[in-house]
């Protein structure tokens, strides 16, 4: 395969791609990746959770599954997956400031990581920006309105959930070494990423686009 694109993206921060139909896009990191997508030639059609969980019966998604557009249109394929820890997120929105200031102040539940509390708790531990802001950022370019962009798909995020309450614990699984994630695009796509600050945990990620 040849590679068409390399870049780092720095903790905490964003940045948009377009790939065409029937290049390969890898996503590799060992913290958390916000991933949204859009139809590059119509970008009000965009990635959705919902269509992809019910289109393939299930919550969790890997090698052979494929992320849907709201309009049931298929965007991407996973082709390649290394995350053989643990599993990727569909269920989780995506944090922001807002978000952040909610939990510590009260107004919104934390997400516990089985049972311990990772949630910044004093003001000078609250990041200033998360992937909301990231991803708003990154698809400016576009003008895409920030409540336009879908919820992710949370790469690397391995969640757990109570088949009896529906209470979402964060297993705090990550990737021991760098995996990745490759998808083959199904349509030509503008794809935004953000390396989660994941409360001053996260790290870097890296994106490459390759011609198959």
Not at 17 to 46: H, P
Not at 83 to 102: I, P, V
Not at 177 to 195: Q, R, T
Request: with cysteine.
């Amino acid at each position: 395969m040849a590679v068409l694109q390399s870049e780092i993206i720095p903790k905490n921060s964003g940045r948009a791609y377009i790939v065409k139909k029937g290049q390969r896009l890898r996503i590799a990191g060992k913290s958390i990746v916000d991933f949204v997508a859009f139809n590059l030639d119509g970008l009000t059609e965009r990635f959705d959770q919902a269509r992809t969980k019910t289109n393939q019966a299930k919550i969790f998604i890997t090698t052979g599954d494929t992320l849907f557009s709201k309009r049931n249109n298929p965007m991407l394929t996973i082709v390649e997956d290394t995350f053989t820890e643990g599993r990727h997120d569909l269920q989780k929105g995506m944090c922001s400031r807002k978000r952040f200031e909610m939990v510590a102040q009260g107004k919104a539940k934390r997400v516990f990581a089985e049972g311990v509390d990772i949630n910044p708790k004093a003001p000078e531990q609250i990041p200033d920006h998360g992937c909301f802001e990231n991803l708003s950022d990154a698809l400016k370019q576009w003008k895409i309105a920030p409540d336009d962009i879908p919820s992710p798909f949370n790469i690397f995020q391995c969640m757990r959930i109570d088949p009896e309450t529906g209470i979402m614990y964060d297993t705090m699984i990550r990737p021991e070494d760098e995996a990745h994630v490759d998808f083959c695009a199904e349509m030509d796509c503008l794809v935004a990423a953000s390396a989660c600050p994941e409360s001053g945990r996260g790290q870097a990620i890296r994106v490459e686009i390759y011609d198959e």
